[in-house]
């Protein structure tokens, strides 16, 4: 089965702090791992409203700072980083549907674990049916460094806020980078191989 159609399997945690605590975890059942080592790095970063990735190996993290809250998931990396901006994006929208986050946290005697028997089911809700939620579109685009059709997933919402077309996107795998160039329809108009540093 493809990894957006089962992406619960392949996620590790979702996290929503603020600057000084978690206010929503949430980890696979069987999971007791822990996260606050990554948590901490990336709260250090200042800059909103950008998603931010970072490459550990066996795992992959994005995360995003809006107003004053910092959303992070955690995914095997396998998971392409546009599926897990795409369900971040969702996240901070139910988020922020369903509690008046700034007027709760204003409460004097407010504990972490409040947010967790109301969110917590929806959580699971968005992460079993990603796939229905109709948040990302896949692309196929050849490589002619594999010789392959590869699936390049982007979310709707990259494709429909963007300021201009054909979109530019690097997809970068097995040790190299393709730009691809996306339309308005979800075409691709071309793809370049391109080099890479950082
Ligand atoms: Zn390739």
Same mark, same amino acid.
């Given at each position: 089965m493809p990894v957006y159609? !089962?992406?619960? @399997?392949?996620? *590790? $945690?979702?996290?929503? %702090?603020?600057?000084?605590? #978690? &206010?929503?975890?949430?980890?696979? *059942?069987? %999971?007791?791992?822990?996260?606050?080592?990554? &948590?901490?790095?990336?709260? @250090?970063?200042?800059? %909103?409203?950008? =998603?931010?990735?970072?490459?550990?190996?066996?795992? /992959?993290?994005?995360y995003?700072? /809006?107003? !004053?809250?910092?959303? #992070?998931?955690?995914?095997?990396?396998?998971?392409?980083?546009?599926?897990?901006?795409?369900?971040?994006?969702?996240?901070?929208?139910?988020?922020?549907?369903? $509690?008046?986050?700034? #007027?709760? &946290? %204003?409460?004097?005697?407010?504990?972490?674990?409040? =947010?967790? !028997?109301?969110f917590n089911p929806i959580i699971k809700e968005i992460v079993l049916n990603f796939a229905d939620l109709g948040l990302v579109k896949r692309i196929q685009v050849e490589c002619r460094v594999c010789g392959t059709v590869l699936p390049l997933f982007v979310k709707k919402t990259f494709i429909e806020n963007a300021e201009s077309y054909p979109v530019p996107i690097v997809y970068s795998h097995r040790g190299h980078a393709v730009l691809c160039f996306i339309d308005k329809n979800y075409h691709h108009r071309g793809v370049e191989l391109v080099n890479i540093t950082g």
């Open positions: 159609k !089962n992406i619960a @399997e392949f996620l *590790e $945690f979702i996290n929503i %702090s603020n600057e000084k605590f #978690t &206010l929503f975890e949430w980890k696979p *059942e069987r %999971s007791f791992r822990r996260f606050d080592l990554d &948590l901490n790095i990336i709260k @250090e970063n200042p800059i %909103s409203d950008i =998603f931010f990735h970072r490459d550990k190996g066996n795992m /992959k993290l994005v995003i700072r /809006k107003h !004053n809250l910092i959303y #992070t998931v955690g995914a095997s990396p396998a998971v392409q980083y546009q599926l897990l901006e795409a369900l971040l994006e969702h996240i901070d929208l139910k988020f922020n549907e369903i $509690f008046d986050v700034e #007027t709760i &946290l %204003s409460y004097g005697d407010f504990s972490p674990g409040l =947010f967790d !028997n109301e």
